[in-house]
């Protein structure tokens, strides 16, 4: 167990429809990431907070939308949704900026 | 943004061979970290690296931080069923101030 935990871990919705996925990082970690990994791609970077603040941006599309609440968990909306947006989302956590990364269990979203 | 050029891609082995796999970027990195992904679930750290030279094992793995830092590999010996999976490596270059980057991962199959 990591620590870190993502919730839901499976979500199902149709396409145009809003969803938010959840992390709450591993205790005392103040940084978190948000990366998603479609069928057979590796693990593309979206976001970083860091204590509460966007730090880094990857190649998030600006359907989705991240912030990181004063006790230090993460929500990552999607909006819009389109059936490529079909992936498992994976929230990690790191004591401070670019340190080891701990990674959840992922949510696997799927839009039909 | 930055490219890792993990290889191979997939592997195919008999229980109890050894297997080798590498990462390399055309920056310099000052961070190398290994990972595995086992299915459904998210990418657990095996070995970080933090100097140029650097050679770590964690029990039949061993990773060596390239003295070029432009490269890492891993080894695992004598490997067993439990051993498949996505490896991946992920590193940081020298600026610190960068989110991790990723290599596509390769994916191992043990035939017992």
């Known amino acids: 167990d990591s620590g870190v935990t993502q919730t839901p871990k499976h979500l199902i919705t149709a396409t145009g429809q809003r969803v938010t996925l959840r992390c709450s990082p591993r205790?005392?970690?103040?940084?978190v990431y948000w990366y998603q990994q479609s069928l057979d791609q590796g693990l593309q970077f979206l976001i970083q907070?860091?204590?509460?603040?966007?730090?880094a941006k990857g190649n998030i599309l600006e359907r989705f939308s991240a912030q990181q609440f004063p006790d230090l968990h993460s929500e990552l909306n999607l909006s819009s949704l389109e059936l490529g947006d079909s992936a498992l989302y994976f929230c990690a956590s790191s004591a401070h900026v670019n340190e080891k990364l701990f990674f959840g269990s992922g949510t696997q979203l799927s839009v039909l | 943004g930055q490219q890792l050029n993990q290889s191979p891609q997939s592997m195919f082995i008999q229980e109890g061979e050894d297997v080798s796999m590498n990462c390399t970027s055309s920056?310099?990195?000052?961070?190398w970290l290994w990972y595995k992904q086992d299915p459904g679930e998210g990418p657990v750290l095996l070995i970080a690296l933090y100097k140029a030279g650097e050679l770590t094992s964690n029990g039949r793995l061993t990773a060596q931080f390239g003295i070029t830092r432009k490269d890492s590999f891993l080894n695992i010996s004598a490997s067993i069923p439990s051993d498949v999976g996505i490896y991946f490596c992920a590193g940081q270059i020298e600026s610190g101030n960068t989110p991790l980057v990723f290599g596509k991962g390769t994916r191992l199959s043990v035939i017992a």
């Open positions: 920056s310099i990195f000052n961070t």
């Open positions: 205790s005392g970690d103040l940084s």
């Open positions: 907070y860091y204590n509460g603040e966007e730090r």
